[in-house]
């Protein structure tokens, strides 16, 4: 079963930009897809985006142009920069992987612990 470690996470004004990252206990390159959620309080979690062992990419619609999601195959970790930031994207965000036999971009196995993601007004 693969970990995930995600780190990145902080405090930042409104329009700022932070860089999440979530490494992988093996190869990235043996993990068919992998995503970033996130889960405001008192919401269920949401899927920001997601990334497929060929880079196919999916970003929920809101968020196409401020967010990317990309890979390192050589450092084995995942990564989310996130421009112009909003106050409602407060959230812990957290970085999730697919089992072996599960091939979805839309539906995880592994998940890491979160990493807090805060957006000051």
């Known amino acids: 079963q693969v970990q995930l470690v995600e780190s990145g996470g902080g405090l930042v004004q409104t329009g700022g930009s932070l860089r999440l990252s979530c490494a992988t206990s093996e190869s990235i390159e043996r993990i068919n897809a992998m995503a970033w959620y996130r889960q405001a309080p008192g919401k269920g979690r949401e899927l920001v985006a997601s990334?497929?062992?060929?880079?196919?990419?999916y970003y929920t619609d809101s968020l196409k142009g401020r967010f990317n999601i990309s890979r390192d195959i050589t450092k084995n970790t995942l990564y989310l920069q996130m421009n112009n930031l909003k106050p409602e994207e407060t959230a812990m965000y957290y970085c999730?992987?697919?089992?072996?036999?599960?091939?979805?971009?839309?539906?995880?196995?592994?998940w890491g612990q979160g990493t807090q993601v805060t957006v000051s007004s």
């Open positions: 990334i497929s062992s060929g880079d196919t990419t």
């Open positions: 999730a992987a697919t089992a072996p036999t599960n091939w979805s971009l839309f539906r995880f196995d592994y």
